[in-house]
């Protein structure tokens, strides 16, 4: 094991695992190279850890007549990810070194690997020296949600325990540098509480679910409380801990638990008996706390034999004259029941509509003679005959 250190920012670590086969045309090497190092970082210098000069150490000349050459480079992102000088071998780097570049799989707890292979020439004395380049992973994602803003929905007559799932965070850094853990740091957290899983496979490195949700801890009320508040921020597992915040809003969703209700039990109007028929005796109104359909009223007139002369419209509670009313030919006052409900509703209330007819000298006088009743017409039969009296 030969370990090379540059400075106290990053130590290259090379493990010389190579055999004398009958052969001797491989040798093993492996290193481990910190991401994001710039251009030109030095990864290794395979003819000192190959120990070639002690191989070639009974002709020294051999030594520098060897070059190096990259042979094969195994990298599907960069086709120069690293260069090796022909004369001293060292293997630098060509490009910088990113470990989520290098798309290595996040949920799986193993290095992520670069393979390099290095000819070293003339053919008298062919080698191929195999790297193992170990990439790494630094601290360098902070996790970050899809949204800034997010946004879910919680019906008002949900249990307590109820769950709503959220977008879990990303940070594309290895699972230890990745996210670990969410909070809710501010809001109303009384009435919801952050649940984070995680879910390992049966060697428990492998994570294979996970997720974000919300507890219900309260019940909700929506003509209480219609939107609540969570910031919620996810931390990753460095040191410090990076993180990424979102302001969460959680809208509740109305349900249909309230019915109507009239402003007063009953109404009292008066009216001369004479009122034309389309005229609008009052308003009756009702309210429902409710929302949308489950919150719009609609009035209609509950005593059937009212409806006859008196009707109620369905979205104002205008009370409507529909027909003549005359207190001498019918009663002087009427009852009305006018009920109201929801639009999906069944269940209506009501509210009693007391209309009191006041007279109008609307009846031509009739003359009383001895107790005989006759039309007077205008003009009366026996004007010589005494006064007589006159009921109206
Ligand atoms: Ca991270
Ligand atoms: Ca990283
Ligand atoms: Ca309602
Ligand atoms: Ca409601």
Same mark, same amino acid.
């Given at each position: 094991m030969v370990v090379l250190s540059r400075g106290q920012l990053y130590v290259v670590v090379c493990s010389l695992c190579w055999s004398w086969s009958a052969c001797r045309t491989v040798v093993e090497l492996s290193y481990d190279v910190s991401e994001e190092q710039?251009?030109?970082?030095?990864?290794?210098?395979?003819?000192t850890d190959a120990q070639l000069t002690e191989l070639y150490a009974d002709d020294v000349s051999v030594i520098s007549r060897l070059r190096f050459t990259v042979m094969r480079q195994h990298s599907a992102t960069h086709p120069r990810l690293f260069v090796v000088d022909a004369l001293t071998g060292e293997v630098r780097l060509g490009a910088r070194l990113d470990r989520e570049q290098l798309m290595c799989h996040r949920s799986i707890v193993e290095p992520c690997v670069v393979r390099l292979d290095v000819a070293v020439?003339?053919? $008298?004395?062919?080698?191929?020296?195999?790297?193992?380049?170990?990439?790494?992973?630094?601290? #360098?994602?902070?996790?970050?949600?899809?949204?800034?803003?997010?946004?879910?929905?919680?019906?008002?007559? $949900?249990?307590?325990?109820t769950i709503i799932g959220l977008p879990?965070?990303?940070?594309?850094? *290895?699972?230890?540098?990745?996210?670990?853990?969410?909070?809710?740091? $501010?809001?109303?957290? #009384?009435?919801?509480? /952050?649940?984070?899983?995680?879910?390992?496979? *049966? *060697?428990?490195?492998?994570?294979v679910g996970e997720s974000l949700s919300l507890e219900l801890l309260t019940v909700v009320d929506r003509e209480s409380v219609d939107v609540y508040q969570l910031t919620v921020v996810a931390l990753d597992g460095g040191s410090p801990a990076l993180t990424g915040t979102a302001q969460l809003t959680i809208n509740v969703v109305d349900v249909n638990?309230?019915?109507?209700?009239?402003?007063?039990?009953?109404?009292?109007?008066?009216?001369?008996?004479?009122?034309?028929?389309?005229?609008?005796?009052l308003h009756v109104?009702?309210?429902?706390?409710?929302?949308? /359909?489950?919150? +719009?009223?609609?009035?209609?007139?509950?005593?059937?034999l009212s409806s006859r002369?008196?009707?109620?419209?369905?979205? !104002?509670?205008?009370?409507?004259?529909?027909?003549?009313?005359?207190?001498?030919?019918?009663? !002087?006052?009427?009852?009305?029941?006018? *009920?109201? +409900?929801?639009?999906?509703?069944?269940?209506?209330?009501?509210?009693?509509?007391?209309?009191?007819?006041?007279?109008?000298?609307?009846? +031509?006088?009739?003359?009383?003679?001895?107790?005989?009743?006759?039309?007077s017409h205008g003009q009366s039969h026996n004007s010589h005959r005494p006064t007589p009296s006159v009921r109206s």
């Open positions: 710039p251009v030109n970082w030095l990864v290794g210098d395979v003819k020439r003339p053919v $008298a004395y062919f080698l191929i020296i195999r790297l193992t380049i170990n990439v790494v992973d630094i601290n #360098d994602h902070a996790p970050v949600f899809p949204d800034g803003q997010l946004s879910v929905d919680v019906v008002e007559s $949900a249990d307590v325990g879990l965070a990303v940070d594309p850094d *290895s699972p230890p540098l990745s996210v670990v853990e969410y909070r809710a740091t $501010a809001g109303d957290t #009384d009435v919801f509480r /952050l649940v984070h899983r995680r879910r390992r496979g *049966s *060697s428990g490195r492998r994570l638990d309230n019915v109507p209700h009239f402003h007063h039990a009953s109404y009292d109007v008066t009216v001369s008996e004479d009122v034309a028929p389309g005229t609008t005796l109104t009702a309210d429902d706390p409710d929302v949308g /359909l489950n919150g +719009r009223v609609i009035y209609e007139m509950a005593s059937p002369l008196f009707t109620v419209d369905n979205t !104002s509670g205008a009370v409507v004259v529909v027909a003549g009313l005359d207190c001498d030919e019918g009663p !002087s006052s009427y009852q009305l029941v006018v *009920s109201a +409900r929801d639009h999906p509703g069944v269940v209506s209330t009501s509210c009693v509509v007391r209309v009191q007819l006041t007279d109008v000298n609307d009846n +031509r006088p009739h003359i009383v003679v001895d107790g005989l009743i006759a039309h």
